[in-house]
Every structure is written in structure tokens, then in C-alpha cells.
């Protein structure tokens, strides 16, 4: 049944709407592949008014094991989109978004069963229509350190121009890396803006006392307890960090976001869409993990912050999620789900009534949902 606060609710982008003749890997190698994904866009609005998704698409082998091995994909200056095998013995493949090569047994060293790359989409004003595909202006890896793809990226026009953070993926650094557009659609790759083990970064729309501030995550194999008696559980958080220009960034002092004891966020949490600025404060909708299956319940939830002072949060709901996965959404695409209980949600736009939230619905397709915004104040 549908909440009340949601007015319209739809996948408008999924791997079947993707002509696998523009498939980079697939032109690049001679290999028969597929669309795994496409999920998890940006959303942005584009100067003729329409709605643009940068979408993640998640393109893999169609036979990955040959021979005994598996054969997964990486990128090079050097040699472009390169084979790799590897004995499937050696492998843990429980999750199957990523494997684990056992034979590093001192440390947790991973691959992945796709490689992903960004497709920009435009959608009608209303976010129901898809007017074009832009194959053209597909976005690959151009540096070393997008050695396994280019993931989850989130669009803010800041003054005029449109800054999009991506996370690049290599044997390098696990980094967050930022583009930029006049026009929404050609983009121009920046260079690493936060380094190892950072993603889910998102840019709040404008300078706040002459600084920009971003939402930042970032992980680790190491957390320390909390006090007994804290409200908090340990492990990882959305924290916030300033900058003067958007490429040297400072962490914030002060703590952020944090899970809760007593909320339905208690594997892991980080940012969702970039913050919007309202009249209550800044709106910042995040993704919480409940523990649930081989990699839990992703589901989305909000918080306000002070418009003036954005380290101050005036509210947070991390009980009651906003957006939960929707099984009736993804009947038709049953054949492609090889997940369950996953809604990540990665852009907002607006109208005057109502927020267009964009999300990765199963790390399969792209929805957009409609909420009335009343809902939040």
C-alpha cells in the first residue's frame, strides 16, 4: 500500500531501456555482455527545464566463468578495458555485487562482477517521460584511479554550473572525484577531491558563510566502542567538511550523523541526495542499513540542519524511513532481481509542491518518486 506522503511512484530507467550497442565494454573487448544495473542516478534539472539522470550502469560478462576461472573487467591508460581471470577456487563469492580473493588472507581484497560507467538521461520536466538517451556523451574512466569504474554519482548546480562527485574505484585508492558542466550534460573530470575510502560525498547548493560543505563517509575496517550508556552505536557516519573551493576540503570537527541505538540504522549509513535548501533548513536525505541478509535493508531517511550553521542537525527521523524498496515496483523486471530489500536514493529535485527524489531501486533500476513536502515539516 502506498504511504501517504508519496504522490507518484515509478521505475522510469531500467537495463532494458539500454541499447547494448553503445555498451563500451562490450565494443572494447569483443566479449557478450549485459547490463546488470542501471541504477542509482544523479538528478539534476537541465537549462531547457527538462530533468537529467546520470545513471550508473553496471555492465557485465554474460559467461564470467570459463575454464574454472572468472573473468572480470579493469581499465588502463595504457591498454583501455582489459580481460582478467582468476582461479574461482581462490574466490568468495556470497555477495554478488563483488568477490573476495581468499588467498590475501591478511587483508580483505576485493573485485567486482560488473564495471560500471555513467549514461546521461533526460527525462521529460515531470520526470515521466524519457525524452533521449544520450549515448554520446557517455562518461568512462580517463585516469588510473578509475581502474574498476565510475560509481553513484550526485549532481549540484552550484552558481550556475553543475558539479558532480562520482566514486572512482581502483588497486590505487577508493576515492571521490569530482566533474564539472556549463550545461548539465558535458562533463569535464576535475581530479580526486577527497581520497581512500571516501564516497557517498555530496555538495550542499550554495556557500554558507563563505564556505562549501559536503556530507562525507568514510570507511574502515576499525571502529572503536561507544560509552555504555551513549545513544549512538559504533561504526560508520555521515560527517561534514568544509572547503573554500570545492577541492581542499577540512572535516568538520563536530560529530554528524550517527546511528542510533534504538533506530533501524545499525550496519551502515551515508549520504543520499545533496541537501536542499528549504525554509525549515537544509534537507538532507540519507540511506540507513538494518542488518538483513548476506548485505541488509538499505532504506532512506531525513534530516534538517541549520541553514546559517549546517553542523547544527534541528532533526532527524531515523526510525520511520521515507522511502522503503517496493517490491510491486521491480514485478516486471523478475527475471533480472538478484537483490532484494534495497532502495539507495541519490537525487532530489523540486516543484512547488512536491520533491522528485531519485534512487537505485535493487541496484537494479532507476525510480522516481514524488513526495509531497509536507511530509517533512
Given at each position: 500500500m502506498k504511504k501517504s506522503h508519496i504522490i507518484s511512484d515509478r521505475?522510469?530507467?531500467?537495463?532494458?531501456?539500454i541499447d547494448n550497442r553503445f555498451c563500451p565494454i562490450q565494443n572494447n573487448t569483443g566479449l557478450e555482455t549485459f547490463i546488470l544495473g542501471a541504477f542509482n542516478p544523479a538528478l539534476t534539472r537541465l537549462p531547457n527545464?527538462?530533468?537529467?539522470?546520470?545513471?550508473?550502469?553496471?555492465?557485465?560478462?554474460?559467461?564470467?566463468?570459463?575454464?574454472g576461472k572468472f573473468r572480470y573487467i579493469r581499465w588502463s591508460p595504457e591498454q583501455g578495458y582489459v580481460v582478467e581471470a582468476h582461479p574461482t577456487f581462490q574466490l568468495d563469492t556470497t555477495d554478488p555485487r563483488k568477490f573476495r580473493f581468499l588467498?590475501?588472507?591478511?587483508?580483505?581484497?576485493?573485485?567486482?562482477?560488473?564495471?560500471?560507467?555513467?549514461?546521461?538521461?533526460?527525462?521529460?520536466?515531470?520526470?515521466?517521460?524519457?525524452?533521449?538517451?544520450?549515448y554520446d556523451k557517455i562518461i568512462q574512466p580517463?585516469?588510473?584511479?578509475?581502474?574498476?569504474?565510475?560509481?553513484?554519482?550526485?549532481?549540484?548546480?552550484?552558481?550556475g554550473r553543475y558539479y558532480?562527485?562520482?566514486?572512482?574505484?581502483?588497486?590505487?585508492?577508493?576515492?571521490?572525484?569530482?566533474?564539472?558542466?556549463?550545461?548539465?550534460?558535458?562533463?569535464?573530470?576535475?581530479?580526486?577531491?577527497?581520497?581512500?575510502?571516501?564516497?557517498?560525498?555530496?555538495?550542499?547548493?550554495?556557500?554558507?558563510?563563505g564556505k562549501y560543505y559536503a556530507l562525507t563517509r568514510p570507511l574502515g575496517e576499525l571502529y572503536f566502542t561507544t560509552p555504555g550508556n551513549s545513544k549512538y552505536l559504533p561504526g560508520t557516519s555521515i560527517n561534514l567538511?568544509?572547503?573554500?573551493?570545492?577541492?581542499?576540503?577540512?572535516?568538520v570537527d563536530t560529530p554528524y550523523i550517527r546511528p542510533h541505538q534504538d533506530s533501524l540504522i545499525s550496519l551502515k549509513i551515508g549520504g543520499g541526495a545533496p541537501p536542499i535548501k528549504t525554509d525549515r533548513g537544509w534537507l538532507i536525505l540519507f540511506h540507513g542499513?538494518?542488518?538483513?541478509?548476506?548485505?541488509?535493508?538499505?532504506?532512506?531517511?531525513?534530516?534538517?540542519?541549520?541553514?546559517?550553521?549546517?553542523?547544527?542537525?534541528?532533526?532527524?527521523?531515523?526510525?520511520?524511513?521515507?522511502?522503503?524498496?517496493?517490491?510491486?515496483?521491480t514485478k516486471a523486471f523478475a527475471d533480472l532481481i538478484y537483490l532484494d530489500r534495497v532502495v539507495f536514493t541519490t537525487g532530489i529535485s523540486e516543484t512547488t509542491d512536491r520533491y522528485i527524489v531519485a534512487s537505485g531501486e535493487l541496484d537494479l533500476v532507476c525510480r522516481i518518486t514524488q513526495i509531497d513536502k509536507h511530509y517533512f515539516f
Open positions: 521505475v522510469v530507467f531500467s537495463p532494458r531501456d527545464g527538462n530533468l537529467l539522470l546520470m545513471v550508473r550502469v553496471a555492465e557485465s560478462v554474460r559467461e564470467p566463468i570459463t575454464k588467498e590475501y588472507n591478511h587483508i580483505k581484497v576485493f573485485g567486482l562482477t560488473s564495471f560500471s560507467w555513467l549514461l546521461p538521461v533526460e527525462l521529460s520536466a515531470d520526470a515521466h517521460r524519457i525524452i533521449r538517451i544520450h580517463q585516469k588510473s584511479y578509475q581502474e574498476y569504474g565510475i560509481e553513484d554519482p550526485r549532481i549540484t548546480p552550484i552558481n558532480m562527485t562520482t566514486c572512482s574505484v581502483s588497486s590505487e585508492r577508493h576515492s571521490t572525484t569530482l566533474y564539472v558542466s556549463d550545461n548539465g550534460l558535458d562533463y569535464d573530470l576535475i581530479g580526486i577531491i577527497m581520497d581512500h575510502q571516501n564516497k557517498d560525498i555530496v555538495l550542499f547548493p550554495e556557500r554558507i558563510e567538511a568544509e572547503s573554500p573551493d570545492l577541492l581542499h576540503w577540512k572535516p542499513v538494518d542488518k538483513c541478509g548476506p548485505i541488509g535493508c538499505y532504506r532512506t531517511f531525513y534530516a534538517l540542519a541549520d541553514l546559517n550553521h549546517p553542523e547544527i542537525i534541528l532533526k532527524i527521523d531515523d526510525k520511520h524511513p521515507v522511502l522503503e524498496s517496493d517490491p510491486v515496483l
